[in-house]
Every structure is written in structure tokens, then in C-alpha cells.
């Protein structure tokens, strides 16, 4: 647990030895959290835990890949859902969502015309709608791969340029989307170094316009949200509640607030 000076809800719970009925509401609070997964996770699945910035790979119940995250930030929530992933693309564009041209991009538009060209951005016009894009780079906010499971949220797992994010305690950055650390690993690990998809390989791809892998079978996507959960030793772990969510479940079981 990081030094921050602040009394928070993970400190207060940590203190079980004064405080055990909040440990234990939120325990299960967790445990309700629990019954909104699908029953079958999938013979080989990825979990992303929010609260704890971590991403986890199984094969049935062995974890073969563990890495860090960085997850939407307060007010830009990375959505709690599942999906299959089917698909990756190496050197990725970057379409860039209209709620950031709009909010982010037009004011520096308007304070420099050329603002677009100089940092690299295409403005393109497809099907009647102009969009913005970042091309494949080493600039592009994306990183050089990304992990596709389509959904309504328009959200996927990728790499990023802003490395030193995983260096922070506290990782709740991004605008929706989870940024992955050391992401060539990941690939391995759902393409199958069984079947020759070596992290090695899949860096060699790396340069050039986008390149489309299919999955050779699907692997489920759990994004979760656990604030209280067992790790691979046996030992109960606790974490902020970023988003407030536990704080919402427990008030509707008529727990502790």
C-alpha cells in the first residue's frame, strides 16, 4: 500500500482488527460482483482487474501472463463487461474518438490552424463523415499493437507511447481504454506460443501499415472490478475504490457505508 497521507477506504478496511464488519461487507460486496461473470470464463481467458490496474491470463485455472494497466480515469470509466477477443492489428491507426476532437482537440485548432499536421494527425474524409487519425508510428498514442473485442463501448486492450504510466501506484489515467505493459507478451500468450506465435515474432512484425493476426480461436475478455480478492499465495489483497463502485453495491445490500 503506497504512502498518500489520505485515510481511504482501502486503509480504513486494512485496519481489520478495529473495523471487521466493514472487511467483511465489503468482501462481500466483492462476492456479489462475483455473480455478474459469466459462469463459463472460458478455457483460456484474460481478466482485468480495474481496482488493482493488473491484467491476468488463464489457461483453465493456471495463470501463464501478468501484467500491469492503465485503466479510464474518474468521469472517463473503463466499462465492467465481457467479450471475445478475435483479433489483433499491429502498427494500428488511431481513430481518434469525436468526444476528444470535439473537447480537446478543437480548442488548440483554433489557437493554431496547422495544429493537426504538426503533431501528426490525418483528417480524413470516408462514407460523407470526416474523422481524425493518428497513422502507425512510434508517436501514435496506441503503441504499436492493439487487441480487438468488438463491443458497444468501443473499448480494447493496447499498447501505449506513454510508458512511464507503469511506473505509478495509481493508474486510473486513460480516457476509457486499457493501456497494457509489456504487450508483445500478452500477444504470445493469446495467439499461442504453442502454435509458433512467439513474442518475438509478433515484435518482428512491428513497422510498416496495419497488420490484421486472427486469433486462432477466441479468448474471452473479462474487464472486472474487484476491490477485495485472493491472490496466488492465499492472501486476501484490498484496494481503493476508484470509481465509488463498492461503495454503490454495499448501499444496495444494505451494508456498511
Same mark, same amino acid.
Not at 504453442?194 to 518475438?200: H, K, L, S, V, Y
Given at each position: 500500500?503506497?504512502?498518500?497521507?489520505?485515510?481511504?477506504?482501502?486503509?480504513?478496511?486494512?485496519?481489520?482488527?478495529?473495523?471487521?464488519?466493514?472487511?467483511?461487507?465489503?468482501?462481500?460486496?466483492?462476492?456479489?460482483?462475483?455473480?455478474?461473470?459469466?459462469?463459463?470464463?472460458?478455457?483460456?481467458?484474460? *481478466?482485468?482487474?480495474?481496482?488493482?490496474?493488473?491484467?491476468?491470463?488463464?489457461?483453465?485455472?493456471?495463470?501463464?501472463?501478468?501484467?500491469?494497466?492503465?485503466?479510464?480515469?474518474?468521469?472517463?470509466?473503463?466499462?465492467?463487461?465481457?467479450? *471475445?477477443?478475435?483479433?489483433?492489428?499491429?502498427?494500428?491507426?488511431?481513430?481518434?474518438?469525436?468526444?476528444?476532437?470535439?473537447?480537446?482537440?478543437?480548442?488548440?485548432?483554433?489557437?493554431?490552424?496547422?495544429?493537426?499536421?504538426?503533431?501528426?494527425?490525418?483528417?480524413?474524409?470516408?462514407?460523407?463523415?470526416?474523422?481524425?487519425?493518428?497513422?502507425?508510428?512510434?508517436?501514435?498514442?496506441?503503441?504499436?499493437?492493439?487487441?480487438?473485442?468488438?463491443?458497444?463501448?468501443?473499448?480494447?486492450?493496447?499498447?501505449?507511447?506513454?510508458?512511464?504510466?507503469?511506473?505509478?501506484?495509481?493508474?486510473?489515467?486513460?480516457?476509457?481504454?486499457?493501456?497494457?505493459?509489456?504487450?508483445?507478451? &500478452?500477444?504470445?500468450?493469446? &495467439?499461442?506460443?504453442?502454435?509458433?506465435?512467439?513474442?518475438?515474432?509478433?515484435?518482428?512484425?512491428?513497422?510498416?501499415?496495419?497488420?490484421?493476426?486472427? &486469433?486462432?480461436?477466441?479468448?474471452?475478455?473479462?474487464?472486472?472490478?474487484?476491490?477485495?480478492?485472493?491472490?496466488?499465495?492465499?492472501?486476501?489483497?484490498?484496494?481503493?475504490?476508484?470509481?465509488?463502485?463498492?461503495?454503490?453495491?454495499?448501499? *444496495? &445490500?444494505?451494508?456498511?457505508?
Amino acid at each position: 500500500m503506497p504512502a498518500s497521507g489520505v485515510l481511504t477506504p482501502r486503509t480504513v478496511a486494512s485496519l481489520s482488527g478495529g473495523h471487521p464488519k466493514r472487511l467483511e461487507d465489503e468482501i462481500v460486496a466483492n462476492m456479489e460482483r462475483w455473480r455478474w461473470l459469466p459462469r463459463d470464463l472460458g478455457q483460456r481467458y484474460v *481478466a482485468v482487474n480495474i481496482p488493482d490496474y493488473s491484467l491476468d491470463v488463464y489457461d483453465g485455472e493456471r495463470p501463464i501472463h501478468h501484467a500491469r494497466v492503465v485503466v479510464g480515469k474518474p468521469g472517463h470509466e473503463t466499462p465492467i463487461f465481457s467479450e *471475445a477477443m478475435k483479433f489483433i492489428i499491429v502498427n494500428p491507426y488511431w481513430n481518434v474518438p469525436l468526444s476528444i476532437v470535439n473537447k480537446e482537440m478543437m480548442p488548440k485548432l483554433a489557437a493554431d490552424p496547422n495544429y493537426f499536421e504538426n503533431h501528426g494527425y490525418e483528417v480524413v474524409e470516408k462514407g460523407g463523415e470526416t474523422y481524425v487519425r493518428q497513422p502507425p508510428g512510434d508517436s501514435n498514442a496506441l503503441g504499436r499493437i492493439k487487441f480487438m473485442f468488438p463491443n458497444k463501448f468501443a473499448v480494447y486492450l493496447h499498447d501505449t507511447n506513454a510508458k512511464g504510466y507503469f511506473n505509478k501506484d495509481e493508474r486510473a489515467l486513460s480516457h476509457g481504454c486499457v493501456r497494457v505493459d509489456q504487450p508483445f507478451k &500478452l500477444a504470445e500468450a493469446v &495467439l499461442g506460443r504453442d502454435r509458433g506465435w512467439t513474442e518475438a515474432r509478433v515484435e518482428g512484425m512491428v513497422g510498416g501499415g496495419e497488420r490484421t493476426v486472427n &486469433l486462432p480461436r477466441p479468448v474471452q475478455v473479462h474487464i472486472g472490478y474487484f476491490t477485495a480478492f485472493v491472490d496466488e499465495t492465499g492472501q486476501l489483497r484490498l484496494r481503493d475504490d476508484v470509481y465509488g463502485y463498492s461503495a454503490k453495491v454495499r448501499a *444496495a &445490500l444494505g451494508l456498511s457505508s
